[in-house]
């Protein structure tokens, strides 16, 4: 019985030894750095910047982690968590411990960030990103430049960005508030879009997702979805023009009152036109189901061309 308590307990000091979290406090410095990379598997990592030309890494590693690498090589600062080559479906995960990560790097660098089960919070970087995550949530604000953020089963929440924007996710949703500058392209499969924007150039793709955009003065509106809803509010710059189509969805455009445009829209396979800007009425064709709309509101300057196939487009103002 000894025996056993004993081969017990060496069993558990040494799984509690093989688990044991690895703690890391250490900086490069960036004075002549541009990029920041980083790579990790699980947990959640705080992206942070201050004026110091330095990178600072500090926070605990996952339990099952071989040891990291933070290395400077030329303009780029590199930090990376090692996993065993062992690690997935085989890899046992008792006392399991996971990342917990706060890193500083100078407002101007470019950060790029790779996980597949963490949850991110970045915010203050001004010389661009790149962040990719498969299962975990990406929160930012206050970055600028160009702004790259793809998920595949988490939400992307963002807030006050700035620069040439996209916003990709698979099985997760979008929320994107006070954006602008040149660019913003929002794209979704399964997952839902919200999105308070000031930029002036809009391209939004989604599957199977109900969206909302509440746009500024815009010159640009690409809009295509399937099967799923798109609400879109906003004010058509002169000469501005809005693309959009729909398969088994609706579309809903709320323009402002004075909306100068040349309206063209088309449906198909039982498409249902709704026009509430001006008097005209939706043509139907003798034979099959098609049917189209075509009018003109103040000068014309601007264009707007909708076609769906089995679906509602609503027009009206705000």
């Not at 990790?40 to 990291?68: C, M, N």
């Amino acid at each position: 019985m000894m025996k056993k308590m004993t081969l017990l307990g060496l069993v558990l000091l040494f799984s509690n030894t093989l688990y044991a979290a690895q703690t890391i406090d250490k900086t490069l410095s960036a004075s002549d750095t541009s990029r920041v990379s980083i790579e990790h598997h699980s947990g959640e990592a705080v992206i942070r910047t201050w004026d110091k030309p330095q990178v600072h890494v500090k926070g605990s590693l996952d339990s099952r982690a071989e040891g990291y690498v933070f290395e400077k090589r030329g303009n780029e600062i590199r930090f990376e968590v090692k996993m065993p080559k062992s690690y997935g479906s085989n890899w046992p995960d008792w006392n399991k411990e996971e990342d917990e990560l706060e890193i500083f790097v100078p407002a101007s660098s470019f950060v790029e960030y790779e996980t597949i089960n963490a949850d991110l919070n970045a915010s203050g970087i001004h010389g661009g990103v790149e962040f990719s995550a498969v299962n975990g949530e990406v929160r930012v604000s206050d970055i600028k430049g160009s702004i790259r953020i793809s998920t595949v089963n988490g939400e992307i929440i963002s807030q006050g960005l700035v620069g040439n924007i996209s916003l990709n996710t698979v099985n997760g949703s979008i929320r994107d508030k006070g954006s602008d500058g040149d660019e913003v392209v929002y794209e979704s499969v399964n997952g839902d879009i919200y999105a308070q924007t000031q930029v002036a150039r809009v391209k939004l793709e989604t599957v199977n997702a109900d969206s909302e955009l509440v746009l500024g003065r815009t010159e640009q509106l690409r809009a295509s979805n399937v099967n799923g809803d798109t609400r879109v509010s906003l004010e058509l710059a002169p000469n501005g023009e809005v693309r959009a189509s729909s398969v088994s969805g609706s579309l809903a455009f709320r323009f402002q009152k004075e909306v100068s445009a040349r309206f063209d829209v088309n449906g198909h396979a039982g498409g249902d036109l709704r026009n509430r800007l001006t008097d005209d009425k939706a043509d139907k064709a003798k034979y099959g189901p098609s049917r189209w709309l075509k009018f003109t509101t103040a000068e014309g300057s601007g264009r707007v061309n909708v076609s769906t196939v089995s679906g509602t487009v609503t027009l009206s103002h705000y």
